[in-house]
């Protein structure tokens, strides 16, 4: 089975704080993801990358960044935290093959920043 | 850019019985793969049912099956039988053939009442 990990379930920041979201995937997925999720918004795309070292922005990627130095390794980084990026961040990984392939998922790190 | 609507915020079923969950989507492209996806209560997110454009025939997974109306742009959801581990947020997806990220709709609560 594929795994996707999250480094935290839950997390609480001060603002202005640095924060490290870190996710992992064990399958060899060329594509990862990461999205925040927020109630009556759905899923919304922060940042991608599909190769190690390559990343693309996102529909929401301000206040944020990414690293990618590992191909199983894909993190998150809010360089100064703010009181809107509470959140529930979600990573997730696919294979490049073409097709369906559906995106599987960690299992989430809820974000307050206080 | 496209755009998932889910305009039932929640949604509540009688156990043991039919429920269908609507999706809509605004694409100008014509290959493309939908999804349904599960988030159950603090569980990881998980693919309910996937349907690729081209394909006529709507696709089951056991109780879950699709009405894919591709000229109406429409995608719902029908669980039958339904059961108390059916109650969870599910989100409708769409994928671009060309490429690997995926739009999600609002999503919807669906509630099962013993």
């Known amino acids: 089975d594929v795994k996707v990990t999250q480094s935290s379930r839950y997390l609480v920041k001060r603002t202005g704080e640095k924060v490290f979201l870190e996710c992992v995937q064990d399958?060899?997925?060329?594509?990862m993801f990461w999205y925040r999720q927020d109630p009556g918004l759905g899923l919304r795309l922060i940042y991608f990358?599909?190769?190690?070292?390559?990343?693309e922005k996102g529909d929401i990627p301000e206040g944020y960044s990414v690293s990618r130095e590992k191909k199983e390794r894909f993190s998150l980084i809010l360089e100064s935290a703010s009181t809107n990026q509470t959140s529930m961040y979600l990573c997730?990984?696919?294979?490049?093959?073409?097709?369906?392939?559906?995106?599987?998922f960690g299992p989430g790190t809820r974000l307050t920043v206080t | 850019a496209q755009t998932v609507t889910q305009s039932q915020p929640e949604m509540s079923v009688q156990e043991a019985e039919t429920v269908t969950l609507s999706c809509t989507y605004d694409t100008s492209e014509s290959d493309y793969y939908l999804f349904w996806y599960k988030q159950p209560p603090s569980r990881q997110m998980i693919l309910v049912i996937r349907?690729?454009?081209?394909?006529?025939q709507n696709a089951t997974e056991n109780r879950f099956s699709v009405n894919f109306q591709k000229a109406a742009k429409s995608f719902s959801l029908k669980i039958s039988d339904s059961q108390l581990g059916d109650a969870a947020m599910y989100f409708c997806?769409?994928?671009?053939?060309?490429?690997?990220?995926?739009?999600f709709g609002a999503g919807t609560r669906l509630t099962v009442k013993p």
């Open positions: 399958m060899d997925h060329e594509n």
């Open positions: 997806a769409y994928r671009s053939r060309n490429n690997n990220d995926m739009r």
């Open positions: 990358s599909y190769d190690v070292k390559m990343k």
């Open positions: 349907q690729e454009a081209y394909k006529q």
């Open positions: 997730a990984s696919t294979e490049t093959q073409p097709g369906p392939n559906e995106q599987y």
